[in-house]
């Protein structure tokens, strides 16, 4: 004995809709726009940071967390100091340093020194921006997941020597 199932609509195709057409979305070319768009956005993140490129010390110390998107003075690995991607000579750093801190004297400057440039150059620059009028100077260092980490912000003496 067979046994068999017996359609009792009109029709062939199995939810009884008699020919219209099926109507699905092919998901699978989104999928891909998508995560070739996520490993583009993956690959240039990290691209998009600072423009001047130094190698930072690396430091244990918590994060700091800002109001305002502070200041960075970074220090490349001859010794040059660069404010964002402009670089300061040293008959112009005092005059510039001295105009920003009389726009907010309350600014937070942060000062990146790659790991490579002696202790004394940063010292003087960390002075030079003491001596401008800036209130809050902190110490840029890379924590050792990889992150850059800054220091708690230091009132910065008006003598030039930062403790």
């Known amino acids: 004995m067979a046994m068999g199932s017996i359609r009792t609509g009109g029709g062939d195709d199995e939810d009884g809709l008699d020919g ?8 699978t070319p989104l999928v891909d726009v998508m995560l070739v ?11 998009m940071t600072t423009g001047v490129p130094v ?8 994060k700091v967390a800002q109001a305002k998107k502070p200041l960075e003075i970074s220090i490349d690995k001859d010794g040059k100091p660069y404010l ?3 670089e300061l000579t040293p008959e112009a750093i005092m005059p510039r340093l001295r105009a920003l ?5 309350t600014q937070v400057m942060l000062v990146r020194g ?3 440039v002696p202790y ?9 921006v003491g001596q401008a009028g800036f209130t809050k100077v902190s110490l840029i260092a890379q924590s ?4 850059p980490a800054a220091a708690p912000a230091a009132a910065a003496p008006a003598s030039g020597t930062a403790q």
């Open 20 to 27: 219209a057409p099926m109507s699905e979305m092919n998901v």
């Open 101 to 105: 801190a009389a726009e907010d004297p």
């Open 114 to 116: 790659d790991r490579d």
């Open 84 to 86: 964002a991607k402009e």
């Open 37 to 47: 768009l996520l490993i583009i956005f993956m690959v240039a993140a990290p691209l």
């Open 120 to 128: 004394g150059k940063i010292m003087e620059v960390m002075g030079l």
């Open 144 to 147: 050792p997941s990889g992150a």
């Open 55 to 62: 190698q930072l010390p690396k430091t244990t110390a918590q």
